[in-house]
């Protein structure tokens, strides 16, 4: 089968840089993205990572190390509206992506 | 606008009742997926679709059924097999040229009455 983990909650102050880390165990592996979904709205794409290192769109980066079936979600200049739910998905080839339980996000003045 | 439309976006289902959640799509896209979730929670597949007239069960399938006559429509049935109905429904699709993005629509939360 296939598992994604990813802390639960996280915590930190606006302006401040923090660090979401996803790790997968699949059957295959294609690519990890990254979705970030307020409270009661829908999730919107972040992200996504075919091949080992980092890729930047503006305040967000994330990398990849498929060596170590692990990456990571950096937020950085964290703002008040960053507060929301950020989940890594796994594509593993069957054309359906496998989504992790998603990781709180809450940033504090 | 392009996008994925969702309804309703409140719905209620009595015991033993089959209801049904409708997904549009004008993003011409070939691929559609039903996700479910429950609070806190991730999203699980339910169904997904590759094409016209064709679908595939996803993690969580049993009690729910979906058709695919369109392009554009992708219908989830939640059955009254399934007893635990209570989540948030999350219809998506995607382009057939790549696998990395999905468009997600504004979803459907289900409650039992």
């Known amino acids: 089968g296939q598992s994604l983990e990813q802390p639960s909650e996280v915590t930190a102050v606006e302006g401040a840089i923090v660090q979401i880390n996803c790790t997968y165990q699949?059957?295959?592996?294609?690519?990890l993205s990254w979705y970030q979904q307020h409270d009661g709205g829908a999730p919107t794409f972040l992200s996504y990572?075919?091949?080992?290192g980092l890729e930047e769109t503006g305040r967000f980066s994330s990398f990849l190390s498929r060596s170590d079936s692990y990456g990571y979600l950096l937020l950085q200049e964290l703002q008040m509206k960053d507060s929301a739910s950020y989940f890594c998905a796994v594509d593993t080839g069957r054309r359906a992506l496998t989504f992790g339980s998603g990781t709180r996000l809450q940033v504090q003045p | 606008d392009g996008g994925i439309t969702q309804s309703p976006k409140y719905l209620f289902r009595k015991e033993g009742q089959n209801v049904t959640l409708s997904c549009e799509q004008n993003?011409?896209?070939?691929?559609m997926y039903w996700y479910r979730q429950d609070p806190g929670q991730g999203l699980r597949l339910i169904y997904y679709s590759q094409i016209v007239n064709d679908f595939q069960k996803g993690d969580i399938a049993e009690g729910y059924s979906v058709s695919r006559e369109k392009k554009e429509s992708f219908p989830l049935t939640v059955t009254s097999a399934q007893k635990n109905p209570t989540a948030f429904y999350l219809c998506?699709?995607?382009?057939?040229?790549?696998?990395?993005?999905?468009?997600f629509g504004s979803g459907t939360q289900l409650s039992v009455l």
């Open positions: 998506a699709s995607r382009s057939g040229a790549t696998n990395e993005k999905l468009f």
């Open positions: 699949t059957s295959g592996f294609y690519g």
């Open positions: 990572n075919a091949l080992d």
């Open positions: 993003l011409n896209h070939d691929a």
